[in-house]
């Protein structure tokens, strides 16, 4: 089969797969509605349940990467659920559904653009599988798929409640922090897209656009969208703040695990990546940091 075959029938798969594990999560929703069961229980029922479908489909067609789109449209479905279910339409609720959709077409797109065949597995799960062995397929459950919807459900909660709340004026700066957050996300894609392109070797390191700020202006978007989120549901339900515990998940997240875990991959086969990380911050947008001059001694 040629690389397009493979690449067309492996995303034809991947859209089967959600589109059993969405319609199956909705069913379920509106039928724990219907028995009176709580709303944020009943929506975390759900998400679990449909994390245990996708992994299924991906323990099936043997790939661990079968999770990896669901990142994007695990809260769009959630908020458009209580949307539909609610009918609680107004310009609060249609400003916040745009900017998910916003970050949920960015993040599948790029999925779908960079997406080669179901064989291709990320390094991350390659790693795990490694070192658990025969436990991997309880690894892949639990670590690969549960633990992020989770944290991604925690984080999702001021979402939920802003599909049930009123339009207030101040919402307008979580609206412009998450299009911006995800714009920010857009355009480091792009500018990582051009330098894979046009890059002479694999060991070489980013060090063009906002990739010259931050090495990780992708997850500063990710984590920004995210207090997005925390904003514009601050906006109207001040009394709840201690739910913005789910964007600090969200930060803590990339700041101990994801980042240390990519950088020290990378050093193995990017011997420039110290001298990248003496000079640039790790996420946030800030000048190059010039190295210290030696002090002389008289």
């Not at 479905?77 to 959709?101: D, K, Q, R």
């Not at 790029?110 to 309880?138: A, P």
């Not at 339900?237 to 950088?263: D, R």
């Amino acid at each position: 089969m040629g690389t397009m075959n493979k690449r067309i029938s492996g995303l034809l798969i991947l859209l089967a797969g959600y589109i059993v594990a969405i319609g199956a999560s909705v069913g379920l929703y509106f039928g724990l509605a219907q028995a009176g069961l709580d709303l944020f229980l009943n929506l975390l029922i759900c998400d679990v349940a449909a994390t245990i479908i996708i992994w299924l489909f991906g323990v099936l067609f043997k790939t661990a990467s079968f999770y990896d789109p669901y990142w994007s449209v695990q809260t769009f479905v959630m908020v458009l659920a209580i949307l539909i279910s609610s009918g609680n339409w107004n310009a609060g609720t249609i400003l916040f559904l745009v900017a998910l959709a916003y970050y949920t077409v960015r993040l599948t797109g790029n999925f779908i653009r960079t997406f080669h065949s179901l064989r291709y597995v990320d390094w991350r799960y390659e790693m795990l599988r490694e070192k658990s062995g025969k436990l991997f397929q309880i690894v892949n459950l639990m670590g690969i798929c549960m633990f992020p919807t989770l944290i991604v459900y925690l984080a999702s909660i001021p979402a939920l409640y802003v599909a049930l709340g009123n339009f207030s004026w101040w919402q307008i700066i979580g609206f412009v922090v998450m299009v911006g957050a995800v714009t920010l996300e857009l355009i480091s894609d792009k500018q990582m897209t051009r330098f894979v392109k046009t890059r002479t070797d694999r060991s070489q390191v980013i060090n063009v656009g906002l990739w010259r700020f931050s090495r990780h202006p992708n997850y500063l978007g990710e984590i920004s969208f995210w207090f997005g989120v925390y904003f514009f549901f601050l906006a109207e339900f001040k009394e709840l703040w201690y739910w913005g515990a789910g964007a600090i998940a969200i930060l803590l997240m990339f700041l101990f695990i994801s980042i240390p875990m990519e950088e020290k991959h990378m050093a193995t086969y990017k011997p420039g990546l110290a001298a990248y990380k003496k000079r640039t911050n790790a996420l946030l947008l800030l000048p190059e940091r010039k190295p210290k001059e030696p002090v002389s001694e008289e």
